[in-house]
């Protein structure tokens, strides 16, 4: 069913977290809810462009937690994207 996929995806979107450390590289925060993954060098717009949001953590897991990829909360993934930095 749909209810059981979605509480499927929240799991593995859960178990990517865990792997990747579980908080935002920068600034520590530790909600799942504030936090995103990252493409540490910038370089995600292929896998972005065929891979839906919603379903990038069954990729992740699905390709051994690729190491290009880091925790970022909201805040400083707007902040990497819009400046190029986090401060």
Not at 21 to 34: A, E, Q, R, T
Not at 51 to 76: E, T, V
């Amino acid at each position: 069913s749909s209810r059981r996929r979605s509480i499927r995806n929240v799991e593995i979107r859960l178990e990517c977290i865990e792997h990747y450390g579980g908080k935002c590289v920068f600034c520590g925060d530790s909600n799942p809810k504030h936090l995103t993954f990252d493409h540490i060098n910038d370089d995600g717009a292929e896998e972005r462009k065929n891979i839906p949001a919603s379903r990038f953590p069954r990729y992740l897991k699905r390709m051994g937690y690729p190491d290009h990829i880091q925790l970022l909360c909201w805040n400083h993934n707007l902040e990497k994207h819009f400046y190029g930095t986090m401060s």
